[in-house]
């Protein structure tokens, strides 16, 4: 049975049929039919936003909370442009996202007609792919194409957009069944030669190491458990980037927590000491790898991920496995096991003997005060108090992302949204919506800066309009705090700019919101203001005013390698060389 | 480099591929690329070499399979062996790409360029430039009292080695389709 009905109905239809439950969006002129079919149902719930920009970041956390692809809908020209953040930032933390953007009436197209913007070309390098549909014959199989491209492979973001007279016109609905999809199938199997040496290199690694990011919470839940497996019958040690964190429980005895610029001693010397290095669903950023010539000089590298782009790109590997992490680690216990679960065990009792040591310089040590809150204390205590709760963590960009990625423990995946890639501030609010309309019991903090906050602070609005009762956890400074760190590190300590300056009285402006304003200064009223936060019914805006000049340790200068890791502020004298400051 | 622009030590001579991964020799590649012919296809090629930095020497394409709205896409670019390997496993990866070939180290190929030149001349240098178009095989297909506009199919060498000979007798315009290749036997 064929089905005719117009394009606005279609892309409703496709939604539904694609199992979407809600939409975030802004209305405009060039998307007007759309919503006026979201209006006459009841099944896909739409969330009013203040900014599209809150609107992507919100289908972000949706996502990555979730594992499905989050949906926003924008209108035309300026809407569609204040898109564009978001859908970059999903591309580089490959997050599967649908937006679908308005267009002019497709006669207007190329007149510089109002509200006009060559919305393809402008995102064409900012998604994974994207379509411009001229004819509603093919609106529901490109909105059904986009889903499959979305969710395929490496995951990322999509955008279908749709002038407004295909809106209106009437055509044939092609139902998900039916959608061609055969010539985008990436390869999620891995190759059992590579397979088979990955496994023997296994077997006889003096100093291993699993280097484990984003990939594997992408991979689906699966992944984590069978990641787990591997950990716990190897007894290898495990690290993760930014990305994966929770992808291992931190409370596990192999984590050695985060690697990279600010991550741990223990891990970034595993990284550079080990003799085998198994990376899965990572991408050697720059952020990890720190100077290429000097990384890992002694290892050999597994490398395992979906996209062939990643392999090679950055850092030779010895044994490339293109393919889903859940597979690839499937096949690859199955073997080890099989094969008689052999480890290099005097090897690895060694090299736990050396990680010991490593882990006993307890790199995270920060002095304390009682007079002033430390922003590491103050995680330490949302952490302690907010333990074995069904929580999610969003951050924003800066120091307080950092500490909240060393201070928070994350015991499995999905849990911790934050921007890698792109590093956007301005992500962690909306994002927290996002992620708290798709969990409306869960506990959703985001942990903020003061400068970060302010950029989508918007949304507080969404937030109360929506009853999403997000606790925005902001450690003010009062700087533009990682700016500032750079500053004083890498430029003479001339702070150029990165002072925040003329900052709102957030109680008040939690009251002018209608939701819950703390302000808490002294660290002997820390715990009982958390615990405040956490016991309002509602949106929280909690202001915890913290040093302003604290450093985030460890940090690995950009274009140094491992070894050469400041781990206080006593290390820091002159060590950042003039090409270092050339690096960002 | 022979005219196939295979570079020594390549591994379409060898079983093995002896080039050192390290080492920063810049390479010349002719890939070919099967995309749908779907609008913004060619920007979304074109976008890529220009966003991450890589070069186009030259690039061709048109429709070649109407029926299955295929087009091809020749290009030429340089690069170190790991620039080569990004670009194809870049292209391979976007989503209306087919196929990604490597002319260049898949095995034999053939690569044809077809060029217009027009010289301008009278007496002597008239004559010269219609006795070398002659010997490079080159038609003449428009002449005038004082100009000819010769047209000729051939590897980028031969169509270089052209233009410099016809620059002193009188070369005014010069167009050139871009490559064209294809892998030899089935
Ligand atoms: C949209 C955007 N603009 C600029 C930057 C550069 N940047 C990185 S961190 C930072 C300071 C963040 O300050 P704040 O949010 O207060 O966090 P803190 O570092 O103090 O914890 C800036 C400006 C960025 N990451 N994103």
Redesign the interface.
Known sequence: MTRQMTGAAMVVQALKDQGVEVVFGYPGGAVLPIYDEIFQQNDIRHILVRHEQGAVHMAEGYARSTGKVGVALVTSGPGATNAVTGLVDALMDSIPILVISGQVPTFMIGTDGFQEADTVGITRPCTKHNWLVKDTEKLSEVIHQAFHVSRSGRPGPVLVDIPKDVQFATGTYTPMEKTRTAHYQPRVQGDPEQILRMVELMETAERPVFYTGGGVINSGPKASQLLREFVAETDFPITSTLMGLGCYPASGKNWLGMLGMHGLYEANLAMHGCDLMINIGARFDDRITGRIKDFSPGSKKIHVDIDPSSINKVIRTDVPIIGDVTHVLEEALKLWRARGRKTNKAGLTQWWGRIAEWRSVKCLTYKNSDKIIKPQYALERLEALTKGMDRYITTEVGQHQMWAAQFLGFEGPNRWMTSGGLGTMGYGLPASIGVQVAHPDALVINVAGDASWLMNMQEMGTAMQFRTPVKQFILNNERLGMVRQWQELLHGERYSQSWSESLPDFVKLADAFGCKGIQCKDPADLDDAIRDMLAYDGPVIFDCLVEKHENCFPMIPSGKPHNEMLLGDADTQGVIGAKGAVLV | MSPLNIKKGSSSHSAYDLRD??AVVIETHTLAVVV?NE??VL??VI?LFS?RGYNIDSLTVAETDHASHLSRITVVTTGTP?VI??IK??L?????V?EVHDLTTDGPAVQRELALFKVSGKGEARIEALQLAEIFRANVVDSTLGSFVFEMTGTPEKIDAFADLMRPLGLLEMARTGVAALSRGV
């Open positions: 991964p390290n749908d609008s913004g920007a979304r976008g966003g790991q390997e990004q496993a870049q391979a990866r976007m989503v209306p087919h």
